[in-house]
């Protein structure tokens, strides 16, 4: 299928296609998408979480780095190129 007529289609990469055949007729439909569906737990960990953020209770993202301890790279000092004769 070209380009242009996917693009046109709203049709991407790796998406399910549905085909239909009828006299001289083919009709091609995307099918529908995969929609993730969170378990108990999951929307259960994600209302906890936005009761915690509106009281207040969050850490940014500076001091998520900071308290990870990973220590910033320093730059090292350009070494001389070597020129082999």
């Not at 091609?28 to 999951?42: D, L, Q």
């Not at 929307?43 to 936005?50: F, P, V």
């Not at 998520?64 to 000092?77: D, I, S, Y």
């Amino acid at each position: 299928m070209p380009r242009r007529v996917r693009r046109q289609a709203g049709i991407k990469a790796g998406d399910q296609l549905e085909f239909r055949a009828s006299q001289r007729t083919i009709t091609i439909t995307a099918g529908e998408r995969p929609i993730y569906k969170a378990t108990k737990a999951e929307l259960a960990a994600i209302r906890k979480g936005e009761v915690e953020i509106a009281r207040g209770e969050y850490v940014t993202l500076t001091d998520l780095q900071r308290g990870l301890g990973h220590p910033r790279r320093k730059g090292g000092a350009k070494a001389t190129r070597k020129v082999s004769r």
